[in-house]
T-cell receptor, first 112, second 114 residues
Framework: DAGVTQSPTHLIKTRGQQVTLRCSPK?????VSWYQQALGQGPQFIFQ???????QRGNFPDRFSGHQFPNYSSELNVNALLLGDSALYLC???????????FGPGTRLTVT | GENVEQHPSTLSVQEGDSAVIKCTYS??????FPWYKQELGKGPQLIID???NVGEKKDQRIAVTLNKTAKHFSLHITETQPEDSAVYFC???WGGGATNKLIFGTGTLLAVQP
């Protein structure tokens, strides 16, 4: 049974550029949440997708957007990248109405 | 606002000793408290969790306790081994479905000395 997968593993972008990160949830899961983890910090909730819609959002600007596909996979898009967007981006999958969230290995984004 | 405090930030123990990590949450509506272990270069791994209708839960060498009145919960690791060395995060949420947003603590770096 495949766990949560994310791509790419690492990414280097320049300020002002746009980036798309991808996530495939654990088999059987229908809900995807995205978190940003700065170095030495705990993960911070960005948003959650269920039934192809964003149903919860954390304190992140509109430059952060997402999408969920009919097969439950998800994308995180960040526009107009800032140096402060450099972080590990984590995807977590869960079952709707379920409690447990399972994380992928993350995508390390570096903005120069 | 929602907040989870975690202590200590670093913890060094000898192999075989016990380790205890403590967290405090601010939102009394929180009802689900997972613990994650994160090794270098990896994503957080769920190791144990507890819901607000239970005071204690144990799984082999790890256990979690919850004091709802004081809004405290703790992770206990007994008979520590070098492979337990990692960063541990506590988190809190309001449960499943649309309320399932995890608020994380700042992490504890556990070093188990052989």
């Amino acid at each position: 049974d495949a766990g949560v997968t994310q791509s790419p593993t690492h990414l280097i972008k320049t300020r002002g550029q746009q980036v798309t990160l991808r996530c495939s949830p654990k088999s059987g899961h229908d809900t995807v949440s995205w978190y940003q983890q700065a170095l030495g910090q705990g993960p911070q909730f960005i948003f959650q997708y269920y039934e192809e819609e964003e149903r919860q959002r954390g304190n992140f600007p509109d430059r952060f957007s997402g999408h969920q596909f009919p097969n439950y996979s998800s994308e995180l898009n960040v526009n107009a990248l800032l140096l402060g967007d450099s972080a590990l981006y984590l995807c977590a999958s869960s079952l709707d109405r379920g409690y447990e969230q399972y994380f992928g290995p993350g995508t390390r984004l570096t903005v120069t | 606002g929602e907040n989870v405090e975690q202590h200590p930030s670093t913890l060094s123990v000898q192999e075989g000793d016990s380790a205890v990590i403590k967290c405090t949450y601010s939102d009394s509506a929180s009802n689900y408290f997972p613990w994650y272990k994160q090794e270098l270069g990896k994503g957080p791994q769920l190791i144990i969790d507890i819901r607000s209708n239970v005071g204690e839960k144990k799984d082999q060498r790890i256990a979690v306790t919850l004091n709802k009145t004081a809004k405290h919960f703790s992770l206990h690791i007994t008979e520590t081994q070098p492979e337990d060395s990692a960063v541990y995060f506590c988190a809190a949420s309001w449960g499943g479905g649309a309320t399932n947003k995890l608020i994380f603590g700042t992490g504890t770096l556990l070093a188990v000395q052989p």
